[in-house]
């Protein structure tokens, strides 16, 4: 029986680059033995991303509310939990993901023994790299988690990353809420799930609008450093 793959899509306003985005995956799924499904959450987005989906081969689910990144890929992890899929893969609405390194995400997994691998833009350095200060943010976050962990991760807020049966199952129900990807590597720490990299060529946002604005960065650095500090302070069972 082939594996089963999730790739969760949060998309908020995506109408730009979204069918871009199904269309790589659905081309990955036509050249591989994998049964690979995308899955969008759709963020109750106030422009034509609904409209899109309903003519796009993937499964649709419509929020009724914005619950933010951490809720829509709470939202999918739920759906790869209750359809017993063997791995999750987020994957961003915006277009930055090359769909063909899932792939390579899945072989690099079980050969490394890893329950969850991030895809990083910072071990090669090549593609896009984001803003000066977005890259110091992240470094930022990389420093708290290894002091934290012990374990350097070069791209701690990177939304491409893989998920197996095993660490599905355990952090689907406890997953974070609006901007998740720094905490959640702590979960994973304290679950005792591992983490490994993967170098990724990312490309640059093929549409849409980030949700971290320059005037709201400093205030997220802040936010995510106290949610990061209390998640490794609490239990989880």
């Not at 930055?96 to 350095?125: T, W």
């Not at 093929?206 to 949610?227: E, N």
Request: some cysteine; hydrophobic content about 40%; glycine content about 6%.
């Amino acid at each position: 029986m082939p594996l089963s793959i999730a790739v969760v899509i949060p998309a908020y306003n995506e109408e730009a680059s979204i069918a871009s985005v199904i269309d790589e995956i659905q081309r990955l799924t036509l050249t591989t033995n994998y049964r690979i499904q995308a899955v969008v959450i759709n963020d109750n987005s106030t422009d034509r991303t609904a409209e899109i989906l309903a003519k796009l081969p993937c499964v649709a689910i419509h929020l009724p509310t914005n619950l933010g990144i951490g809720g829509a890929v709470q939202t999918g992890l739920m759906f790869a939990k209750k359809y017993n899929y063997d791995f999750a893969i987020q994957v961003d609405g915006d277009g930055q993901h090359p769909a063909e390194k899932i792939i390579e995400l899945i072989h690099f997994s079980q050969k490394q023994q890893y329950d969850v691998v991030i895809g990083s833009r910072y071990l090669l350095g090549k593609g896009f790299q984001s803003t000066r200060l977005r890259r110091f943010g992240i470094r930022y976050f990389s420093w708290i988690h290894k002091l934290i962990t012990g374990q350097k991760i070069t791209d701690s807020t990177s939304g491409f990353r893989l998920l197996n049966k095993k660490a599905i199952l355990a952090i689907s129900e406890i997953y974070p809420d609006e901007y998740p990807e720094p905490e959640a590597l702590i979960i994973y720490y304290k679950l005792k799930l591992r983490v490994g990299e993967l170098p990724v060529e990312m490309r640059s946002r093929q549409g849409g609008k980030s949700s971290i604005s320059t005037f709201a960065s400093v205030y997220y650095l802040l936010k995510v450093t106290l949610a990061v500090i209390f998640t490794s302070c609490r239990k989880i069972a």
